[in-house]
């Protein structure tokens, strides 16, 4: 079950960025990246985090990806057009990004049984809820963290509605 | 039963498309969209060693994640808004100010 759900929404999920990385029009890109957003949220949920399975489609795949339609469309936003720039990206850019990757990969492969496996559902069998566990964190020990996140999104208010102005 | 690694692989093919994307688009929202895809992708990382260690804190850490890329993209959007209005193209290539 976990195995069929991992490799459909995992491929569904690269299939998705590699769409988001060829098309040529920020909305085709846009949509994309909710398919890849529904495609983690899923994941997430079966490895045990609910929470952040509706948080993520709420919060990224429902405002933050909504902000960025409405942008495109508020902007029409055309095709891109074919690049003269600086090639230090191609020359650079791609052996840096593939070499991260071998890297990566190459360390989580070798360690595969050390990391274990992964289960279906939740974190332990027979343990209080998730949400309640992240709740109880979230209220004591990181209180203050959390508050201070609310004045940030305030700040960020703000500061987006000083910055979209008319007059700058 | 999937090993904990092929989620870290997913993770982290997910942040290589996301570097790629970075690199080659050319317009400005484009680019932002390759980082939330970035941020997603360390994201499932933390959720998956969460799991691995049966603790919450990997989940606190993307909450707050979460939090930090919505409070971003609304200062972003607004900036890019700004940047439209000035000099009118979405291209990165032209949008050197700062270059002298």
Redesign the interface.
């Known amino acids: 079950m ?2 069929v759900l ?1 490799t459909i929404f ?1 491929l569904l ?2 299939a998705a ?2 769409n ?2 060829l098309q040529r029009h ?1 909305i085709n ?2 949509l994309s ?1 909710v398919v ?2 529904m495609s ?1 949220a899923v ?2 949920w079966s ?3 609910e ?2 399975a509706a ?2 489609v709420i ?2 795949a429902g ?2 990806m909504v ?2 339609i409405f ?2 469309m ?2 029409n ?1 055309g095709e ?2 074919r ?1 003269h ?1 600086s090639k230090i ?2 020359i650079a ?2 052996p ?3 070499a ?2 071998c890297l ?2 190459f360390v ?2 070798k ?2 049984s050390v ?5 279906l559902g939740g ?2 069998a027979g343990a209080e809820s ?1 949400l309640l ?2 709740a109880h ?2 209220f004591t020990t ?1 209180l203050l ?1 959390f508050e201070v ?1 609310s004045i ?2 305030l ?3 703000l ?6 102005r008319k007059e ?1 | 039963m999937v090993p904990t690694a092929y989620y870290l692989v997913l993770g982290a093919v997910l942040f290589c498309i996301g570097i790629a994307s970075f690199l080659i688009r050319r317009s400005v929202i484009t680019i932002f969209m390759s980082i939330e895809l970035m941020l997603n992708a360390v994201n499932l990382t933390f959720v998956a060693f969460a799991h691995m260690w049966g603790q919450v804190s990997g989940q606190i850490f993307v909450f707050f994640v979460m939090v930090v890329a919505a409070a971003e993209a609304a200062v972003g959007l607004a900036i890019i808004i700004a940047l439209f209005r000035v000099r009118q193209t979405l291209n990165v290539d032209q949008v050197n100010l700062l270059k002298n």
Do not use: K
């Open positions: 976990q195995i991992f995992g999920a690269v960025a590699l988001m990385l920020p890109s846009a990246l890849v957003m983690l994941l997430y490895l045990g985090a929470f952040l948080a993520q919060v990224y405002a933050i902000l960025f942008v495109v508020l902007l936003a891109e057009t690049t720039g990206a191609s850019g791609f840096g990004g593939a991260i990757f990566l990969s989580f492969l360690y595969r990391l274990g496996t992964a289960q974190l332990q998730n566990r992240i964190s979230l990181l963290p996140t940030l999104i700040v960020a208010i500061g987006a509605v000083v910055l979209a700058l």
